[in-house]
């Protein structure tokens, strides 16, 4: 029976509050009394004389009390779990707020607890840890993890293909890789490193590498010849400071033979093992937010700046919706839709063979158990 539900005959007042009231009640709780049944052959027929007021009180309360027992009855009935981005508040995540925001997650049975990442947190730690369920990283650092032990799972490729960049001055003379030698440049150290060290290693070159952490200020103050960027991220910020995109040489990591995809969603072998339908419904409720986050581009971006002002981020509208716009090209390459969510072997064969290259790991971990998620 539907929320709308309508007595098919005239009543007196009681039986028509008793008939507007319990029609609600008994389309969420998925019951209704059966008018077979004696006990409420006097309630159900219409003909009879109407109830008394106490009585259709009584019946009232004791719907209602159905009702609320079935609702918390539904809410119990949720997993609950626990999901850490890599990072603070901000589009390269809209997806995940955007399936809490919209119900996706409570829609596949999880109740989701969005944990705060960023500066100090280590995402794959609090996984091996148990102290959240899922969690993002990049694909590079992820599979260090699981050749060092962490036995940790993919459950969706997000972003298909680096946006990792070197920015330089032109005025530094830096135009490709080989004049990055015995140059100053600012990389990030930690998780973050794989793809730099592989660079380096790539077009064999030596520079004094200086550690970066959250900001671009060592290059906007001159102390490194060139910096590590996202495109989605501090390359917008460096242009934001001041810079015009000609007065600028950028080297993409993805054009000189350094294509790590990045930001995948990740859960325990464990969790995976014991609980694999709910691993895979927060994949796919994750996937949709993202599809409804690229849709409705405007609705994402208050709900991206709720969650960064809330964290305190200090970002802008401007600044995220840059940050969209290109999560959307790297999650969808070309338009590219087939790939949304998937890990290729060839992409991970790719950065599993170029990490033990510079014997960052000893042995390749297998495919099949690496990745679960949508082939």
């Known amino acids: 029976m539907s929320d709308t539900y309508e007595p098919r005959v005239k ?34 027929n219409p003909t009879k004389p109407n109830l008394s007021r106490p009585t259709a009180i009584a019946i009232l309360l004791t719907l209602f009390i159905m009702g609320g027992w079935c609702c918390a009855y539904g809410q119990a009935s949720l997993r609950p779990v626990t999901f850490m981005p890599q990072w603070i508040p901000q589009a390269q995540f809209a997806g995940y707020m955007v399936a809490q925001e919209k119900g996706f997650y409570r829609e596949a049975g999880l109740d989701v607890t969005h944990l705060t990442g960023g500066p100090g947190k280590n995402c794959f730690a609090s996984l091996a840890a148990e102290e959240t369920t899922f969690c993002t990283g990049w694909l590079s650092t992820a599979i260090l993890q699981r050749a060092a032990g962490l036995r940790l799972v993919n459950l969706a490729q997000m972003i298909q293909r680096s946006s990792l960049l070197l920015v330089a001055k ?63 991220n501090e390359y917008h910020t460096i242009l934001n400071c001041g810079f015009n995109p000609d007065e600028l040489s950028v080297l993409k990591f993805a054009d000189t033979g350094v294509n790590f995809p990045e930001d995948g969603l990740y859960c325990s072998e464990e969790m995976f093992a014991s609980d694999p339908e709910a691993c895979l419904a927060f994949a796919e409720a994750s996937l ?69 290259e510079v014997n960052l790991i000893r042995e390749i971990p297998e495919y099949t158990k690496f990745y679960r998620g949508p082939r």
């Open 11 to 44: 009543t007196v007042p009681n039986q028509r509050l008793l008939y507007s009231l319990c029609g609600p009640i008994a389309g969420a709780c998925r019951t209704w009394p059966d008018c077979s049944d004696t006990a409420f052959q006097e309630t159900c």
């Open 288 to 356: 949709k937010g993202w599809k409804h986050a690229f849709d409705h581009p405007d609705e994402t971006i208050e709900i991206v700046m709720r969650h960064a002002r809330d964290a305190n981020t200090g970002t802008n509208v401007a600044h995220q919706r840059w940050m969209l716009a290109a999560m959307k090209d790297l999650m969808t390459p070309d338009g590219n839709d087939e790939v949304f969510g998937r890990l290729s072997e060839e992409d991970y064969r790719r950065v599993s063979e170029a990490l033990k």
């Open 170 to 232: 032109k005025s530094s003379g830096i135009r490709e890789p080989k004049d990055i030698e015995n140059k100053r440049v600012g990389f990030w150290v930690g998780d973050f490193d794989a793809p730099g060290l592989f660079f380096l290693k790539k077009h064999n070159l030596r520079v004094q590498v200086i550690p970066n952490y959250t900001t671009v200020t060592v290059f906007l103050t001159g102390a490194v010849d060139a910096v590590a960027a996202m495109w989605y």
